[in-house]
């Protein structure tokens, strides 16, 4: 389940350590078009958003 981080809104992974704070996302925002969207290392096993589903 995707994290958005209350700091700066980005977004990550539940597991990802590179945010303090954060609210659980059921979905991925609509601004996440393409995984280069998501600009966290927490992602990087992924190489497209298709992948996520
Ligand atoms: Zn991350």
Redesign the pocket.
Known sequence: MPVMASSDF?V??EE?D??DDGMALSNLPDEVMSIDDLD????SEFDSLAELE
């Open positions: 980005s990550h992974r990802c590179r945010f966290c290392e927490c992602w």
